[in-house]
């Protein structure tokens, strides 16, 4: 007798279906999965051993050497400490101690008569002065920067005339130190080496003085007066776009921050944005001013302002240099000199005193 297969049923035939397109899928996968091994084998092969050509000939195997990813750091430039005030004091220029007491830095020759103006370098190493005389012509007039560690004595511009005022240091740039002055009626620029000197082309009429520089060393604040009449000013170095601040006003004194300048109104100091916002601090005082009515000297921190202050009434404030808070508060008087002279117009140096360590600290 022969036997009869039996009939597979459908259920059977369903899930053998279902079996072998699993396996299918399973294969598939094991062949990409390989296939990507094979490829990450290559490229690291190719990595460590360093397989290609050069030129006509064949490559030995080299070990690539991947250096290390450099962190990326961020620096931000910490701000000088504030050293001793310096002023003029008769043909001497002195630094106030703590005590109120004058420590003498620099004594003028013999035939030195009358210191104009004062100003520290940047980095507090230099000094640089104007000097001038009123009849009695002197082979030392002339603008002048003093080394402090070696006391060296450089005449920088011999020029007779009419003074040298108002000294300003540029910030450091790319091409050094400059510095701006007044002689006569006009503001110049010249490198700290001495080597050229260049009007600066501020497109005023009147009397210009005063230059501050911004903290970029790409602009300037001056004062210039027309008639009776003195206004503020910033221009860029190149003498493009002036803009004119304040009317009535004078000294004008840029931020080591590059916020705001102070400058001498006619009831006290004032500050302004240098986009002309008026940012003086609200008081009770007539016309909104701060301190006293003199020339405006910025701590190299910018926390503080000084100036020197010649008393006309005894009932008010007492002649010296004083110190204030940038916002007008503990006004002190910290020494009883003005520096104060026939030429001179009591404008106070602040030193600036960098870091002893690199000054630069990681944000």
């Not at 430039?77 to 420590?103: D, F, H, K, M, Y």
């Not at 130190?177 to 490198?191: M, N, Q």
């Not at 221009?235 to 304040?246: K, P």
């Not at 601090?281 to 016309?287: G, L, T, V």
């Amino acid at each position: 007798m022969t036997a009869v297969a039996a009939p597979i049923p459908e259920e059977h035939e369903t899930l053998q279906a279902l079996i072998e397109e699993a396996r299918r899928r399973a294969r598939q996968r094991r062949q990409r999965y390989a296939a990507v091994v094979a490829l990450a084998a290559a490229a690291g092969a190719s990595l460590y051993f360093g397989i290609g050509r050069s030129g006509s000939g064949s490559a030995g195997p080299t070990v690539a050497r991947l250096a290390p990813r450099a962190p990326v750091q961020h620096f931000v430039r910490r701000p000088a400490r504030n050293g001793p005030l310096t002023v003029i004091s008769g043909n001497e220029i002195s630094a106030i101690s703590s005590r109120q007491s004058l420590r003498t830095l620099f004594r003028c020759s013999a035939n030195c008569y009358e210191f104009q103006s004062i100003a520290w370098s940047p980095d507090g190493k230099r000094l640089a002065f104007g000097v001038t005389s009123v009849a009695n012509p002197s082979t030392y007039n002339g603008l002048h920067i003093i080394e402090l560690a070696t006391g060296k004595d450089r005449l920088l511009r011999d020029v007779p005339g009419d003074g040298w005022s108002d000294v300003a240091w540029s910030p450091l740039g790319s091409d050094g130190f400059k510095l701006a002055y007044v002689s006569g009626l006009t503001i110049y620029i010249v490198p700290a080496d001495g080597r050229g000197s260049a009007e600066l082309r501020t497109g005023t009429k009147g009397y210009d003085s005063s230059p501050s520089w911004s903290p970029d060393g790409t602009r300037i604040a001056f004062a210039s007066r027309s008639g009776r009449i003195s206004s503020i000013y910033t221009v860029g170095i190149d003498g493009s776009h002036r803009r004119l601040l304040a009317r009535r006003a004078s000294a004008p004194a840029w931020s080591p921050d590059g916020r705001m300048i102070a400058y001498r109104s006619a009831c006290g100091i004032k500050l302004i944005a240098p986009s002309g916002r008026d940012l003086t601090p609200r008081n009770s005082y007539r016309c909104d001013a701060i301190g006293l009515t003199a020339k405006p000297v910025w701590s190299p921190d910018g926390k503080k302002i000084a100036f020197a202050h010649l008393s006309r009434d005894a009932s008010f404030a007492a002649s010296g240099t004083y110190v204030m808070n940038a916002d007008g508060t503990r006004l002190t008087r910290v020494s009883r000199e003005t520096g104060l002279g026939p030429m001179s117009e009591g404008h106070p140096a602040w030193r600036p005193l960098l870091p002893w360590r690199p000054p630069f600290r990681r944000a």
